[in-house]
């Protein structure tokens, strides 16, 4: 059975930086496309990037050029880089461990991680 379980949440001001890290564990990491989500105060779950097992990615057109999604097989672990923070990205971030090597269709979720961004 596949845990995912995401870290380094927290506040920061605004123009500051986060790294967020997701550690997936009970399957074999590599082959599965990975992806990280938020939910803020009133709104719905959104996809914020992904990355395929073959390295591909996408993002939100609101985090193009501020935020990174990478992979590290060897642990498997998937990290995203959230720079020039803006108030906006406060949400609750979860990742998402696809059943596939493409980030569509079923997985497992982690429990969020909270993230605040103060003006």
């Known amino acids: 059975q596949v845990q995912v379980v995401e870290s380094g949440g927290g506040l920061v001001q605004a123009g500051g930086s986060l790294r967020l890290s997701c550690a997936a564990s009970g399957s074999t990491f590599s082959i599965n496309a990975m992806g990280w989500y938020r939910q803020g105060p009133g709104k719905q779950r959104e996809l914020v990037a992904a990355?395929?097992?073959?390295?591909?990615?996408n993002y939100a057109d609101s985090v193009k050029g501020r935020f990174t999604i990478s992979r590290d097989n060897a642990k498997n672990t998937v990290y995203l880089q959230m720079n020039s923070l803006k108030p906006e990205d406060t949400a609750v971030y979860y990742c998402?461990?696809?059943?596939?090597?493409?980030?569509?269709?079923?997985?497992?979720w982690g429990q969020g991680t909270q993230v605040t961004v103060s003006s």
């Open positions: 990355i395929s097992s073959e390295g591909n990615t």
């Open positions: 998402i461990y696809y059943v596939s090597r493409a980030p569509s269709g079923r997985g497992t």
